[in-house]
């Protein structure tokens, strides 16, 4: 269903609970899957968003296909789960998009460790056929600069294995490394001891203790808020959101207070609030944090402010390729983003190139779920704005509407009748 979304009538003042972190939620099922005497998958902890629950699903219900849908985290991690599990014949597949989303990395590395895996397509893609077997460990070279997820799947099965594991980075390291800090994090909590030193990991092959789950607020959903405080300069308090998190997006708490935004923590959460001052433009390295990357470029073109965004060249593989996304629908509001032939692949650019608005966008969400949310928020500067697909939010974050009308926001059916307070408008 397609939604129209209306700003607050009144100054912004809301507090919001987010879902917990997927990222850390999808690990924890994974180490709990192969721990030693759990017997059911943990529930406490864990959020409820449709990745989450697909992989539960594949989890706990073992079968000769198993089909991940658009949950690319889970065709990563369970590639390499399936790979380990001796006597496992499984055919792993995935959507469309999926199939164009690129495994070969993981299943190169996996094989370097006597993994016996297919492509039953296209080469480097999915499907794949895998025959489950003892992987033997040892030393092993991977190029994860197109996703760290490669890593953290092979790290996470390193414990059933015949040897420690070593792996060296090749390609000039991991894409998005703060989340190979994460899983390393999660697995010493867990009684294995990973080691990180420069482009080598060590990961030893000890058994999983059982011990409790490491719940976070999501920093991922939480840049929609901070979006949304800077588009408004209003006031939003986000319930259980750490500094001290476990995910690489917390960063992007120093990018927005550049674009107006206060933080302020509390034992409660985070206060967010308006500043007096914005910087002239944003230049930064989103390669630890490229979830950001549409929120980020969202604010900072609705507010006027020039940015050039690095490290983003991952984004391409994505639920879609979200650079092509932002450039397509941002020229919608009248921004003109910098092409790939003039920036490269890894960089996102704005220098203030703007184009006439001839129509009220309605915004393609590309079967991506933070595109829409890095959308929903314009509606602040252009009310009416129309975000296709919006159910597309369930795979991470299924109560955002909920919360944007909670907040004051108008979230209905775009076909539905415009509010009095907005007729008479371009929205008519």
Known sequence: MSVRIFPPEEMLETSVSLPLSKSISTRALIMAYLTPGVSVLPTEGISQCTDTAILRHCLENPSATVNVGAAGTSMRFLTALYASMPGREITLDGSERMRRRPVGPLVDALRQLGARIDYLEEEGFAPLRISGRRLSGGRVEMDASASSQYVSGLMMVAPMMEQPLEIHLTGGGAASSPYIRMTAEMMCRRGVEAELEGYDIRVP??????????????????????????????????????????????????????????????????????????????????????????????????????????????????????????????????????????????????????????????VNTYDDHRIAMAFAPAAVFVPGVVIENSGVVDKSYPGFWDALREAGFIVQPADAPIPEAYRNTEAE
């Open 205 to 362: 092959n000890t058994p999983y203790l059982r011990t409790a789950q490491d719940a976070e607020s999501d920093w991922s959903a939480a840049t929609f808020w901070y979006e949304i405080a800077a588009l408004t300069a209003g006031w939003v308090t986000i319930a259980g959101l750490r500094a001290d998190a476990l995910q690489g997006d917390r960063g992007v708490e120093k990018i927005f207070n550049r674009l107006g935004v206060q933080t302020e923590y509390t034992a409660e959460g985070a206060e967010l609030s308006a500043l007096p001052d914005v910087y002239a433009r944003i230049d930064g390295d989103m390669s630890d944090m490229p979830d950001a990357v549409p929120s980020i470029a969202v604010t900072a073109a609705m507010l006027g402010i020039p940015f050039r965004l690095s490290g983003v060249e991952g984004l391409k593989i994505k639920e879609c390729d979200r650079l092509a996304a932002l450039r397509n629908e941002l020229l919608k509001f009248g921004i003109i983003l910098e092409s790939e032939a003039e920036s490269g692949a890894g960089v996102l650019a704005w220098e203030g190139a703007r184009a006439p608005i001839r129509a009220l966008p309605v």
